[in-house]
């Protein structure tokens, strides 16, 4: 099969985006194609003997099949959890497109069958305070499509069709969305799901309710379909 780059975004920075990717790495395996999944921005890591690590991109390296090691899996990573462009500040790195895009070339040139890209934050996480220069431009020139993540919660319809106007105004594909409700105690998920359904461009890719704090990328994976972003044909 041709490669698949998928880039992964969220209605908001809590919508779930690492899990979901750790399930559709999980999915992806199940058809017997392997993953490579890259974090090319983190902000919030730890400092371990190995150097700064972040937890979410420790679990993509876990769940995808391809060996990489964490410096290609997340190239550009901050310690403190503030918007990865203050912390660029701070530490004097360059974010532009090209220099993000630089640090992933071992990622980006892998054999893989599915490449994977999470996002930071939203569709427009900014990566200057002078110029308007978003991540968003990072699928944008990879010429990938888009999964959303809506993280169901109050007000997540105005987050998904704002979102979405956004990569559609930047002509980018969406290839499907997946809803995950980050709200245990949300009310009228169905109405919401319907609207949803109705409104939003791409395949629905499925629907994952809210899990305990045990849940595994398999757990998630079960409550994901994605016949039609491996199959065109399907409508």
Not at 27 to 50: E, H, M, R
Request: proline share 6%; net charge neutral.
């Amino acid at each position: 099969m041709q490669k698949l780059s998928l880039f992964i975004t969220g209605t908001n920075t809590n919508s779930g985006k690492t899990i979901i990717s750790c399930g559709l790495l999980e999915k992806f395996k199940a058809y017997n194609l392997s993953t490579v999944a890259l974090k090319p921005i983190a902000s919030g890591s730890l400092l371990t003997d190995q150097g700064l690590r972040n937890t979410d991109a420790l679990a993509l390296q876990h769940a995808m099949s391809t060996s990489l090691p964490y410096t290609a899996v997340n190239p550009i990573t901050f310690e403190p959890p503030i918007a990865p462009h203050i912390a660029a500040q701070q530490h004097q790195v360059n974010l532009s497109i090209d220099h993000i895009i630089q640090h992933c070339q071992t990622g980006l040139n892998t054999s893989a069958d599915v490449l994977l890209i999470e996002g930071a934050g939203g569709w427009r996480l900014p990566l200057s305070d002078r110029d308007s220069i978003f991540f968003s431009a990072f699928p944008q020139q990879l010429k990938m499509s888009v999964i959303l993540v809506v993280g169901l919660t109050l007000g997540c319809l105005n987050h998904a069709q704002l979102t979405v106007e956004a990569i559609l105004s930047d002509q980018v594909s969406i290839a499907g969305w997946i809803a995950n409700q980050i709200d245990p105690n949300m009310s009228h998920i169905q109405d919401n799901l319907t609207w949803l359904k109705q409104q939003m461009p791409g395949h629905y890719l499925g629907y994952v309710p809210h899990l305990t704090a045990s849940i595994s990328p398999k757990t998630v994976a079960k409550y994901l379909q994605i016949d039609a972003i491996l199959n065109p044909s399907i409508r």
